[in-house]
């Protein structure tokens, strides 16, 4: 069964900082991962969409990279903005299932 | 606007009642998905639906229940089997061609 682990679970950067939150998974038999981001009581927004024949998706200050092979994905954030705080989740796509990782809870202090 | 719909935002359930939680999209999404959410835990699906009139028990499907006679409505009931509800429920639709899933707002019960 596929296992998502997400880590730093919390994490506290101040503005302007670029940042990086890491996502792993067990099985590498992926069809693709997908970045989102939720806001407190809200529901998931889509970030970036990784197939699994693609290493990285870009799209602003957002750079998503894939390595199969090793199981992991990172998001790496540039310039990092106190509206970039929210919690971000990974998810791997096998088939027909998706499995969610915990999240980063992450604050960027003005 | 295209999107996904979910209602109420608040729910509040008695011991022994069953409620439903609606989910609509305007998406013209073939499969349709119910998530559970718990403080610190990822997403875990309660059940899909691939297809009008059809759908499939996901990991924690106990205690819950679904119906799809239209492609664009997929109401969730939580029945007093479950004896654990309070959670944040999150519906998601995807096109059948593609594989990334979209959200609706999400209800609180």
């Known amino acids: 069964k596929q296992e998502v682990t997400q880590i730093p679970a919390a994490l506290s950067v101040p503005e302007g900082e670029n940042l990086v939150l890491n996502c792993s998974f067990t099985d590498s038999a992926i069809y693709n991962l997908q970045w989102f981001r939720q806001d407190p009581g809200k529901g998931l927004t889509s970030l970036l969409l990784i197939q699994s024949s693609q290493r990285e998706q870009t799209s602003g200050r957002l750079n998503a990279s894939l390595d199969k092979s090793s199981g992991r994905s990172t998001l790496y954030i540039a310039a990092s903005q106190p509206g970039d705080s929210a919690t971000y989740l990974c998810?791997?796509?096998?088939?027909?299932?998706?499995?969610f990782g915990a999240g980063t809870r992450l604050t960027v202090k003005p | 606007d295209g999107g996904i719909t979910q209602s109420p935002k608040y729910l509040f359930r008695k011991e022994g009642q069953n409620v439903t939680l609606s989910c609509e999209q305007n998406l013209n999404h073939d499969a349709m998905y119910w998530y559970r959410q718990d403080p610190g835990q990822g997403l875990r699906l309660i059940y899909y639906?691939?297809?009008?009139?059809?759908?499939q028990k996901g990991d924690i499907a106990e205690g819950y229940s679904v119906s799809r006679e239209k492609k664009e409505s997929f109401p969730l009931t939580v029945t007093s089997a479950q004896k654990n509800p309070t959670a944040f429920y999150l519906c998601a639709s995807r096109i059948s061609s593609g594989y990334e899933q979209y959200f609706g707002p999400g209800t609180r019960l």
């Open positions: 639906s691939q297809i009008v009139n059809d759908f």
């Open positions: 998810a791997v796509i096998t088939d027909n299932d998706m499995r």
